[in-house]
């Protein structure tokens, strides 16, 4: 029990260095940053200035190449080959059009501050999750979390991707699961992070939650379509297929889910070109498993609900085709929900709480995410987020086999 607890404090200390040491490298390069994003650098770029297209009557072209890059050149920053498209559906431009009237800088920050208002809306509904003794160590570990800077620099809607996630989670909680459909659908703007949860909900027959989201997935299809036309429609064809064709947009080596990290594995014996085919078999692989254990019925009261969520949410970042580090903080729930899983002793073998543990420190090594991108690696960042897929499906089938709990480390 000595020994135990000795290795419980030198873990506790070593997480709180590289809690702290995140947090303040993290936030260094985000204030180093400042002066550049204000100017036009990031990702905000494209959601002001496809707000600008719609407030100045052009909606028809949101998605003409040469209109978006007409309104960027206006900004002081390095012209591409090609703009930085604005390639998600045009509903999620209601959010930025009052922005879009604004100074650069004044919509950058309010668009920043209305992130952290976000993050502090995500804690308020998790920390309750939470015993209260580590509600600190949480709430610290969020905003030290490199995907969590990263979406702040960038002016990315990651975070508010994952608060309407765990809008989601919070309403199947509470039994109201049409809502629940409702709040996914509002995701759409970013499909790959939506469409792997419905598929769960039609799989396992939760037919309110499945039904609510394909009547407001339409209703929200028809306002884009309405706001872009016919030929607004056949623009955003043509920039998603050209993606590929660019590499400031699309980098395989860059993405740390299993299209990331098969391109790196393969790289390295130069059989990229069969990539498609192994991302693909992968993929399906992996979200089979995961469907395939939402379809007994849980009550959501049970801790295997939360694991079978958090399972979801996992594959969904792993099997998204189209992925960067920003997209990653969707993990954050996940990873709270089995922090708390794992905290309140009912895991059901201790390798697995030791397991995630480890990965937590991986998590948060501080310079490694940064080593990465500068090395054009950051796809093998899909390894740890594999390791915790594994952890999370050993435990499902350990509980179903009706495994005894083993004291959390």
Not at 27 to 49: C, H, M, P, Q
Not at 91 to 119: G, K
Not at 267 to 291: D, H
Request: a positive charge.
């Amino acid at each position: 029990m000595a020994a135990n607890a000795t290795i419980v404090r030198i873990y506790r200390l070593i997480l709180a260095a590289l809690l702290a040491g995140s947090l303040i490298f993290h936030s260094a390069i985000l204030w180093e940053s400042r002066t550049k994003l204000v100017a036009g650098y990031g990702d905000f770029i494209i959601f002001y200035t496809g707000a600008q297209i719609v407030n100045d009557g052009k909606s028809a072209e949101l998605f003409n190449v040469e209109t978006q890059n007409a309104y960027q050149a206006r900004f002081d920053v390095p012209q591409l080959d090609w703009p930085l498209p604005f390639n998600h559906a045009p509903y999620e431009l209601v959010l930025f059009l009052p922005l879009a009237r604004l100074s650069y800088p004044m919509a950058h920050a309010i668009w920043t501050s209305m992130n952290l208002i976000f993050l502090a809306i995500m804690l308020g509904w998790l920390l309750p999750y939470v015993e209260s003794r580590h509600r600190f160590f949480v709430g610290a570990a969020v905003f030290a979390w490199f995907p969590t800077m990263e979406a702040l620099r960038l002016g990315q809607d990651s975070i508010m991707s994952t608060l309407l996630l765990l809008a989601v989670f919070v309403c199947l909680k509470r039994k109201r699961d049409g809502l629940a459909g409702i709040c996914l659908a509002l995701g759409l703007y970013k499909p790959q992070l939506v469409l792997p949860m419905a598929g769960a909900f039609f799989l396992s027959r939760r037919w309110r939650s499945a039904v609510v989201f394909s009547i407001t997935g339409l209703i929200l299809a028809a306002i884009s379509i309405g706001i872009v036309g016919l030929r607004g429609v056949l623009d955003f064809v043509a920039i998603l297929r050209s993606m590929d064709e660019h590499a400031f947009i699309s980098r395989p080596a860059l993405m740390p889910n299993v299209r990331g990290l098969t391109h790196l594995m393969l790289q390295t014996v130069n059989l990229v070109s069969v990539s498609g085919i192994i991302v693909a078999g992968s993929s399906l692989g992996l979200y089979a498993l995961c469907v395939y254990l939402w379809k007994r019925e849980i009550d959501v009261r049970d801790p295997a609900f939360d694991l079978q969520f958090s399972l979801t949410v996992v594959t969904t970042v792993l099997i998204s085709y189209h992925l960067y580090s920003h997209d990653l903080f969707p993990l954050t729930l996940s990873l709270i929900l089995f922090f708390r899983y794992v905290a309140s002793g009912v895991i059901t073998h201790r390798a697995l709480s030791d397991a995630f543990f480890v990965l937590v420190i991986i998590l948060f090594l501080p310079l490694a995410p940064f080593y990465l991108i500068k090395s054009g690696a950051f796809g093998w960042a899909a390894l740890p987020i594999l390791a915790f897929y594994l952890i999370l499906v050993l435990e499902i089938f350990r509980r179903r086999t009706g495994q005894l709990p083993e004291p959390a480390f």
